[in-house]
């Protein structure tokens, strides 16, 4: 089965310091997406970053990036500089193959002040 | 650009009525899916189509019916229901690569 596994479930972090969301997945696949999303307190579900399976190369956008780890199938999430407004849940996703997006159960970040 | 439009935003139904969670998206996906939320459990599968007039079932599609007659609409049916079925739900369509677009989801208190 494919499946996510985000081994944290809250996580604090203070305001202009770097935190990383752990993401492990499992798939036979050798092609597929990872992708993370982030819903802050609106409920609304935003993409944060993207990575292809096929590329080595971690995907960065603005102070978020990815550690890719391809043979041990990890995806983590660094956000650098971290603000109030990241306070939010962290969903870890990928689609191993097809149509089906894999979602893990979340990680939710505060962010102090 | 609406993107993906989910009505209604809350609902409270009574174990044993009916409803449809309505979706439509004006970006021309062939893909769409509903998505239920629980705390815990992340969002799960319920319904997926990829494409007008092809559906099939996600992970937790029990008590759930959907249809899609236009690339634009995927609604959600709830034909009798549950306390269970109390979740946030959410629309989705989908790129070619895999990216999602949600609708801002809809609460379903059911009592």
């Known amino acids: 089965a494919q499946t996510v596994t985000q081994s944290q479930p809250e996580m604090s972090v203070q305001e202009a310091e770097t935190v990383t969301l752990s993401c492990t997945y499992d798939?036979?696949?050798?092609?597929?997406?990872l992708f993370w999303y982030k819903q802050p307190p609106s409920r609304q579900m935003i993409l944060v970053i993207r990575?292809?399976?096929?590329?080595?190369q971690n995907a960065t956008e603005n102070r978020f990036s990815v550690n890719f780890q391809k043979a041990a199938k990890s995806f983590s999430l660094k956000i650098s500089d971290s603000q109030l407004g990241d306070t939010a849940m962290y969903f870890c996703?990928?689609?191993?193959?097809?149509?089906?997006?894999?979602f893990g159960a979340g990680t939710i970040l505060r962010v102090k002040s | 650009n609406a993107g993906v439009t989910q009505t209604p935003k809350f609902q409270v139904l009574k174990t044993g009525q009916s409803m449809t969670l309505q979706c439509a998206q004006d970006?021309?996906?062939?893909?769409m899916s509903w998505y239920r939320q629980d705390p815990g459990m992340g969002l799960r599968l319920i319904h997926y189509?990829?494409?007008?007039?092809?559906?099939d079932q996600g992970e937790v599609p029990n008590g759930y019916n959907v249809s899609r007659s236009t690339t634009e609409d995927f609604p959600l049916r709830l034909l009798s229901a549950a306390p269970s079925q109390t979740s946030v739900y959410f629309c989705?369509?989908?790129?070619?690569?895999?990216?999602?677009?949600f609708g801002e989801g809809s609460r379903l208190t059911v009592l």
């Open positions: 989705a369509s989908r790129t070619r690569w895999g990216e999602l677009f």
């Open positions: 990575q292809e399976a096929y590329k080595q």
């Open positions: 189509s990829v494409g007008a007039g092809i559906t």
């Open positions: 970006m021309n996906h062939e893909y």
């Open positions: 996703a990928f689609n191993p193959r097809g149509n089906k997006l894999v």
């Open positions: 798939t036979s696949e050798s092609n597929y997406y």
